[in-house]
């Protein structure tokens, strides 16, 4: 059996919160859709929340904790991502941003990206194709097509008009897992191993 | 061994008293530690170069050839000189100069320099600070080395029939470092010229500097100047010192916590834990500092930042005083004693002089003697 590596990114503030909650259940769903192409999913779920104030500390002073670093490393070498934020003020959160501001240049690029969110209502799921989406496709990230996107009432009805959150959840887990599936990512190359030889450096290629 | 210190330059008010110093103070303060590095048995002093407030240091060589005048011993360096924005001409030009008045006890350390106007502000752009600093440090080293330059590049007018003066003293240019923060192609370049290679090493952890710098030894030996661990390396170091650690802490804490650069960030603690930073009793400093060996393999030069977030000058002196009296007699003889005999010291003038003239071979060398004899 292959295996791929899923890192989750969850944003939400409260514990327990929502937005991980919706993460899980992504999580699940992709490690489920993963299975049934015989590919075994590592998963790395990361709170943002208990890395708070590294990510700070990151922004203000350059200086990443062993932890926090890990992290970074942790989503340069994932085969594919499900990032989830609450939405606030019609966007992301901070730390959300915030994290993703601290990753190196380049390492998102190519990568599946499952992006969801939570809020309170349904009228901020657009937050996720005018706000998340764009800055994920300026990452050069690959994300599928499907956004999920779970406002308070979600997690009561089975569905109102459209389709149900669990089934929102499972069409993008499996866009995610086919991606996954088809490529797999050693992280980005390590500038200290193969350094350009000084010859090409002073001839300016 | 070589032990000494380094400068940022800035002007920043002590958070204790509110108080910022004048820049006439900042500068004259400047250069009584560096007077003050040279009473308590220090090797080397370096400055800052920058351009922009809060920073006073723009024009080194002014202040290290007065330096210079004002002592014997100690070696004058920077910490580091901008090979990008800087036209390489008048580096050279400055250097060799600095070298005649000091009787030789220069050296540099290029830099590319992170203050984003300072490129535009020099006619430059950072996203060519690499090709800048490969390109102009190239031309630096013919500068001092061929009589008559010409010369084409990229970035600066081209030069026909340039002799840069004075000529370098005893014809030997000053040592260079190359400082780098993480760039890999700044190890590959000191590797390949054979010049020393500074790790910063005050803002990351360790493991990232144990890479940058063992790519810098392997391209080293690559490039046929020796083993690897015969490069020559230096590293910076930060302390603050009291007799009872608890006494350092309480009196640091309030400069660590408003300090530019990693103020507002993370603990004192949890900087100590991650980087080189002691605060604490001279002997945790020596300990902390032996652990370097370690990381890095045996080096050649050891620059403490002692003068900056705010301290007072009376506190700084007295930092040097431990550092001179109590830390570094230890360091140089703890080092010294482990350091295997096939690993050289950090090139000086004199040691460059020997070298060039043992090159020259004795019947170029008796010629040259006349040379001089006759002039």
Redesign the interface.
Known sequence: MTSRKLVTISAGLSQPSSTRLLADQLTAAAKRMLGNQRVEAVVDIIELRDQAHDVTNKLVTGLGSPRLNETIDSVARADGLIVVSPIFNASYSGLFKSFFDVLEADSLAGKPVLIAATGGTARHSLALEHALRPMFAYLRAVVVPTAVFAAAEDWGSEGSGGLSLAKRIDRAAGELAALMHAHTFDGPADPFDGPTPFEQLLAGR | MQFGIFTVGDVTPDPTTGRAPSEAERIKAMVTIALKAEEVGLDVFATGEHHNPPFVPSSPTTMLGYIAARTDRLILSTSTTLITTNDPVKIAEDFAMLQHLADGRVDLMMGRGNTGPVYPWFGQDIREG??LA??NY?LLRRLWREDVVNWEG?FRTPLQSFTSTPRPLDGVPPFVWHGSIRS??I???A??YGDGFFANHI???KDHYQ??I??YRR?FEH?GHGQADQAIVGLGGQVFMRKDSQAAVREFRPYFDNAP??????SLE??ME??PLTVGSPQEVIEKTLTFREYFGDYQRQLFLMDHAGLPLRTVLEQLDLLGEEVVPVLRRELDALRPAHVPEAPTHASLKAAAAAAEGPSDRASHDLMQVVR
Not at chain 2, 261 to 266: I, Q
């Open positions: 690499i090709p490969i390109e190239h990229k890999p192609e190890a590959e370049q590797a390949y803002f990351w952890p890479r940058l063992a790519l391209r490039y650069v990693y103020g507002h960030g993370p949890e900087f991650q980087t």
